[in-house]
């Protein structure tokens, strides 16, 4: 899949406020600090597009990405931050969770997981989560350039255990920096238009 147009993401924080539920829509989910800024900007070969910071974090609403006027990337504040409020963490949960259990656009998530480390307590209740409601989705285990080629396997293996899925759940590894299975993912993508 070629990357033609990108338009300036739809900002949202209320359901009321999402676009025209009119296109396909692939959400990216994922802790804080997982690098789901830079697996946006890498899908769309864009460079500061989806806001990247040394501060995990920022990302605190909504974004749909309009995408060769087709469909929507949508990305979702990241869970797990420790430095923000108790309240605003749940404030974001509630964001996730109405998005992903009313958005009947919603044709597949990626969730994000840094695959240099096992999966946090979080990212096991966020695949349980979308298991249960019977979203499809596909893990993305970021980072892979930090990881040796020979324990990739390995650290695939340990993803699949920790968070329970089945033979069926693709685990796709992926690194920003090398773009490494950046046209795998655009391709799996293609495949729901």
């Known amino acids: 899949m070629i990357i033609?147009?990108?338009?300036?993401?739809?900002t949202v924080v209320e359901p009321k406020d999402y676009p025209e539920a009119s296109l396909k829509e692939f959400v990216f989910i994922g802790r804080s600090n997982v690098g789901k800024s830079s697996f946006i900007n890498t899908l769309l070969g864009r460079k500061n597009l989806a806001y990247t910071s040394q501060n995990p974090g920022k990302t605190q609403t909504i974004n749909f990405y309009k995408v060769n006027e087709r469909f929507y990337f949508v990305d979702v504040p990241g869970y797990g931050y420790a430095r923000v409020s108790k309240k605003q963490r749940e404030a974001f949960g509630e964001m996730i969770e109405a998005y992903l259990t009313t958005r009947n656009s919603l044709e597949h998530a990626f969730l994000l997981i840094d695959m240099r480390h096992k999966p946090t307590e979080d990212d096991v209740l966020m695949a349980n989560y979308l298991n249960h409601f019977q979203?499809?989705?596909?893990?993305?285990?970021?980072?892979a350039d930090k990881i040796s080629n020979n324990k990739i396997v390995s650290h695939q293996k340990s993803i699949?255990?920790?968070?329970?899925?089945?033979?069926?759940?693709?685990?796709?590894?992926?690194s920003a920096v090398k773009r490494l299975n950046r046209e795998k993912v655009l391709e799996k993508i293609a495949s729901f238009l």
């Open 160 to 174: 699949r255990k920790q968070l329970n899925l089945t033979q069926y759940t693709e685990i796709i590894p992926f």
């Open 135 to 143: 979203i499809p989705f596909t893990v993305i285990a970021t980072k």
């Open 4 to 10: 033609k147009s990108v338009e300036k993401p739809i």
